[in-house]
């Protein structure tokens, strides 16, 4: 099924951004920090992550719980996005302390080049009309050899498809948000696509792992 990208990069609508930061992505957010202990055990004392797309800081705070010894910038280029996460850090302020929210877009000169221990990114790389963008920045903002972690939906063989993830995921979701996971499936990438991606940004060290019925995920360690 050919690729249809999503209606609007940036999630700016309030009520878009508000329906969103209510869903309840535990599945796939606990997923995404069960994948990142695999890939990095240790406590990353003194680390400095970066989460790429942040939205309202779900993963954010589940990471900053899991590591006690990071610190995490989070940048999301949709201001109502992070006002939400601004909201949600506000009721845990001992992990707020450790986050610096960032309202930036990607591509973007403004970030510290090579910085990064660790740099995370989860169901960004679809709103991209240009997902080069996204592997040029993990390539910029990490330390060489850093772990990356990179999770995404993948793009269904077929609208019918489509609509079996709607019903089994968001049946009873308001029709913004089923709007959006709809928009969001058609406008994923294939595995394949992804690793044609990576070989054209030379991150083919990455491996690209089908990691749920709708989930693919990036990971690996960049070159060093
Ligand atoms: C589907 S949400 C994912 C939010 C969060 N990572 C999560 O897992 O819940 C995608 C986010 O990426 C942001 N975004 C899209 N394109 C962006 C870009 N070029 N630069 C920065 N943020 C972007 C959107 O505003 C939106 O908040």
């Known amino acids: 099924m050919k690729r249809r990208p999503e209606p609007e990069e940036l999630m700016e609508g309030e009520a878009q951004a508000r329906a969103y930061a209510q869903a309840d992505f535990t ?72 986050v610096r929210l960032l309202h930036d877009v990607i591509p973007s000169d403004r970030l510290a080049r090579g910085h990064y221990d660790l740099v995370l990114s989860n169901s960004l790389l679809h709103h991209l009309p240009d997902p080069a963008v996204l592997w040029q ?11 990356v972690l990179v999770m995404d939906l993948m793009r269904p063989a077929s609208p019918g498809w489509v609509e079996a993830l709607v019903e089994a995921y968001a049946a009873t979701e308001p029709e913004i948000l089923r709007t959006d996971f709809r928009n969001s499936l058609y406008a994923a990438f294939e595995p394949a696509e992804v690793s044609a991606q990576l070989a054209a940004a030379g991150l083919d060290c990455l491996e690209v792992a089908v990691v749920s019925d709708r989930h693919l995920a990036v990971m690996g360690f960049l070159p060093a």
Do not use: H, Q
Request: charged share 20%.
């Open 27 to 98: 599945a796939s957010n606990t997923l995404f920090i069960e994948l990142l202990r695999r890939l990095v055990p240790g406590p990353l004392i003194g680390a400095r992550v970066l989460d790429l797309g942040c939205g309202p800081a779900d993963i954010v705070i589940r990471f900053l719980e899991a590591y006690p010894g990071a610190t995490c910038d989070a940048l999301d280029g949709s201001r109502p996005m992070l006002e939400l996460a601004r909201n949600a850090l506000a009721a845990c302020p001992e992990l707020a302390a450790r």
């Open 137 to 147: 920045t993990l390539r910029e903002t990490a330390k060489p050899g850093a772990p």
